[in-house]
């Protein structure tokens, strides 16, 4: 399955997290949020799996047959012990087999005993004294996999930090619920990982605020969570990560995404003259602030073009019952902005089914 990935072009694999604990995986283990009425494409996903059922042994003969099959690519063993000695042990079996690193599983949400998986993401002192025996054991780059169910990553980052940790890997799965027959296992629900396109937006909040810690933004991050296409690549390259994961994208449509993933950054490369992909890494991060110091003196109103718009009146509508009563509507179906009313909000262009709202140029607010 590896072997093919990298045939397809992907630079390299944090494979299946490995452990030295019996693992009998559940049926149904998947459960998925479609849009309304696209029965198959998943707005987010959501898996009851813990960790690789296979022998360690075996797991690790895997990585060292593709490591020696693909030197160039990249191979990077996941790891999870339930106590020190099996943290080392399993690192050490992972450098003997000539991984290029390990990523150290804090955060898989679904374990079967607690004080695993996400239970060590949350706690700082657990994050360094687990990284730290990592890091004693091997002498390849250590990389700590980081929980989102957790207020700010920053503690943890920082006890990965100062374990000494080569990167950061954000974010695993969020704990979450769904109520449909796939998400229960012989009539009982149970509490497990939400990941795809959904989580996108709390992933890239979780890795801005590591880039931007003065003591994490020093480590190389590894960025994960509802990556689908090259722009949500790009996306997590300018907030600071050199490398990124694709795990449920590449679950839902195969490998062969890892072509729009290269070929749509090769042009945005190209229209934006940019040599190396390095130079773009954090580029965005200076374009943040706080929410106190956003501008807010000046405003932007929605421009609606008429050859776009289809009259559907769904501007019109949201913006009666869920903005400011900015919109007039009548018998001719042309909305028309009430500049007196009209906030800038633009609920208007975000449901528009056509497009065909735009913003204004932006003004100094009157008064
Ligand atoms: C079915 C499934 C199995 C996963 N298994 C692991 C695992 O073994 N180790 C791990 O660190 N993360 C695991 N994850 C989490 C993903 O690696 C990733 O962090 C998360 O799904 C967010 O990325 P995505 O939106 O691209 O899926 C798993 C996710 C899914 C959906």
Not at 328 to 356: E, W, Y
């Amino acid at each position: 399955m590896v072997a093919r990935a990298f045939e397809a072009g992907w630079a390299g694999v944090f494979y299946k997290t490995i452990c030295l604990d019996d693992i009998r995986k559940v049926s149904p283990r998947f459960d998925a949020i479609h849009r309304e009425g696209d029965h198959g494409d998943f707005s987010a996903f959501r898996n009851m799996e813990q960790l690789s059922e296979n022998p360690a042994e075996v797991d690790f003969e895997i990585l060292s047959r593709l490591k020696r099959n693909y030197p160039s690519k990249i191979v990077v063993a996941s790891i999870m012990g339930s106590k020190e000695e099996d943290w080392i042990t399993l690192a050490k079996m992972a450098e003997k087999a000539g991984v290029d690193a390990i990523e150290l599983n804090f955060s898989c949400p679904q374990m079967r005993l607690t004080g695993l998986g996400s239970d060590i993401g949350q706690d700082s002192e657990l994050v360094t004294f687990y990284t730290v025996f990592a890091k004693r054991a091997v002498s390849i780059p250590v990389i700590p996999k980081m929980t989102p169910n957790i207020t700010s990553m920053n503690q943890p980052a920082m006890g990965a930090f100062f374990a000494g940790a080569d990167a950061i890997s954000a974010i695993n799965t969020i704990k979450s619920i769904t109520m449909s027959s796939h998400g229960e296992v012989n009539g009982k629900k149970t509490i497990s990982g939400l990941s795809g396109r959904a989580v996108k937006p709390i992933a890239l909040r979780h890795i801005f605020e590591m880039a931007r810690n003065p003591i994490t933004k020093t480590l190389q991050f590894s960025g994960i969570g509802g990556i689908e296409t090259w722009r949500d690549a790009l996306e997590f390259i300018q907030l600071g990560c050199r490398n990124v994961q694709v795990c449920t994208a590449v679950m839902q449509y195969g490998y062969r995404i890892i072509d729009d993933l290269t070929a749509g950054l090769q042009n945005y490369m190209a229209q934006h003259g940019i040599d190396n992909l390095a130079d773009i890494v954090g580029e965005e991060l200076m374009n943040f602030a706080l929410p106190a110091d956003l501008d807010r003196d000046s405003i932007v109103y929605p421009r609606i073009d008429r050859e776009l718009c289809i009259g559907c009146g769904r501007c019109h509508t949201s913006c009666m019952d869920g903005g400011h009563q900015a919109i007039a509507f009548g018998d001719d179906r042309q909305p028309q902005i009430l500049g007196n009313k009209c906030v800038g909000c633009h609920l208007c262009s975000l449901v528009c089914p056509t497009g065909a709202i735009f913003l204004a140029k932006r003004i100094k607010k009157k008064g």
